[in-house]
């Protein structure tokens, strides 16, 4: 408790505090995966009153130093409205990308397939609330065979936290829902480990604390008392919690380590500032450790590097990317740290490791007056070196970002043999 106080202190004087989810090597294990260098970033990007159409949108950025256009947006994707743009994830294909608004509840089904560098609407899912039972706030879209699995934030009833799962069809159609157990009614992220038929989702705030102004939530007690403190495993195929772990704080992003006999994930928290461990005892339950002290930084989004040495973790609070060497994941040790700049959200790993990227909004009640873009950096000797940063000011706000390729495209409706960026090797989780 004395940790958690110590970092809402700092919350308060920063005037911020955040949530954050998805990058390559975080993707579902039922995806084809961009194996080297990746052509394009999709941005699911916030709109803003009196910037542009003021539309939430699509935004490619050209990620190919080959390029002329590298490093510049080159295609904008509008939807109508805005709808507090936030997560996107590909179908099991690749063809199709989600993208969900926490305000609205609404799902945008954008086509990536035809061109992938033009992504276009083809598919508005309208009926969220009302298919689930009172699901409000899409949030995670993880790609299973022939179907979407989508994490929720909140419920239509009371705007808490208590929430759930949905499953919906490729094409749209909804399968059923799944209510989180009533010790641990909070979620927030959902990722799959198939080798071990278990499932994690971790937990956050409703909607009444995040599409509230953030000067009004962080000076009301009883609502910052709202957050979850719970990660939840579970029997994948049955869909069936097993076990209920505690881990204060609002654990947000879940990340499972990629490689064979590597049972462990892990999490950052929000409000306690801590980098931990979540893995498999010898009985076969599980248990977590706090590995790391990030600070009252408020880390944010987490992505693991694809040998799992390492964990890279955004904070919002000081606009830092910090790394981790988690070759011991009982002990993380860090081994670097870059100044991104104010309100870094977003981190996502390519899948060779070679590569990251870094956006800087969170929500538009909590997001401050100032810059945002998208970052690129490189590992070269060593270091993470900068490759470019794409000024978002003209387009809205970005958040979470999907990376694709060329190969992906309509050529790639059957799998391009000659190609040795993609692949269709699911990560063995």
């Given amino acids: 408790m004395r940790a958690l106080g110590f970092v809402l202190a700092g919350i308060v004087g920063l005037g911020w505090f955040g949530s954050a989810a998805a990058d390559e090597t975080c993707q579902s294990p039922f995806l084809p995966k961009v194996t080297g260098q990746e052509d394009y970033i999709y941005v ?15 935004v490619t950025v050209d990620a190919n130093p080959k390029s002329p256009g590298y490093g510049k947006i080159i295609h904008r994707s509008p939807v109508p409205g805005r709808h507090e743009a936030h997560h ?29 560098a033009k992504p276009k609407i083809v598919k508005t899912i309208s009926t969220f609330v009302k298919d689930t039972g009172g699901l409000v706030g899409p949030h995670t879209f993880y790609a299973l065979p022939g179907r979407m699995l989508i994490s929720a934030l909140s419920n239509a009833q009371d705007g808490s936290g208590r929430t759930g799962l949905a499953e919906y069809s490729n094409d749209g159609k909804f399968i ?54 719970s990660v939840i495993v579970w029997d994948f195929h049955a869909r069936k919690p097993l076990q209920v772990l505690r881990v204060p704080g609002a654990p947000l992003e879940l990340r499972w380590a990629l490689l064979p006999n590597h049972n462990y994930a892990f999490t ?7 980098l931990v461990l979540i893995y498999q005892q010898e009985d076969g339950t599980w248990a977590t450790k706090n590995i790391a002290e990030i600070g009252a930084n408020i880390p944010v989004d987490i992505s693991i590097a694809p040998d799992d040495s390492k964990i890279y973790v955004n904070s919002f609070g000081d606009g830092t990317l910090r790394v981790y060497d988690v070759t011991n994941p009982f002990e993380g040790k860090l081994i670097e740290q870059v100044k991104l700049g104010e309100m870094a959200n977003m981190v996502s790993s ?39 940063t794409t000024d978002f000011n003209a387009v809205g706000r970005a958040h979470i970002m999907n990376l694709n390729s060329k190969g992906f495209g309509s050529r790639a409706a059957r799998p391009a043999p000659g190609d040795r960026r993609l692949s269709t090797y699911a990560a063995p989780r």
């Avoid at 699911?44 to 699509?58: A, E, F, P, Q, Y």
């Avoid at 278990?198 to 009883?222: C, Q, V, W």
């Fill in 88 to 116: 996107a994830g590909f179908t099991d294909d690749r063809r199709f990308l989600w993208a969900g608004g926490l305000d609205t509840s609404q799902i945008f089904v954008f086509d990536v397939g035809t061109d992938p």
């Fill in 350 to 388: 390519s899948w060779d490791g070679k590569r990251l990227y870094a956006t800087n909004s969170l929500l538009s009640q909590w997001d401050k007056p100032g810059d945002y873009w998208l970052k690129a950096y490189a590992w070269e000797g060593g270091k993470l070196v900068p490759k470019f």
């Fill in 176 to 229: 059923r829902a799944i209510w989180m157990p009533k010790e641990a009614p909070y979620g927030y992220d959902v990722r799959v480990n198939v080798n071990l038929n278990r499932m994690l989702t971790s937990s956050f705030a409703g909607k009444k604390n995040y599409m509230r102004p953030f000067g009004e939530l962080i000076k009301d007690g009883e609502a910052m008392k709202n957050f979850g403190d």
């Fill in 44 to 58: 699911w990007t916030l709109g803003i009153k009196g910037v542009g159409d003021g539309n939430d949108s699509i």
């Fill in 268 to 274: 950052s928290t929000a409000l306690t500032g801590q």
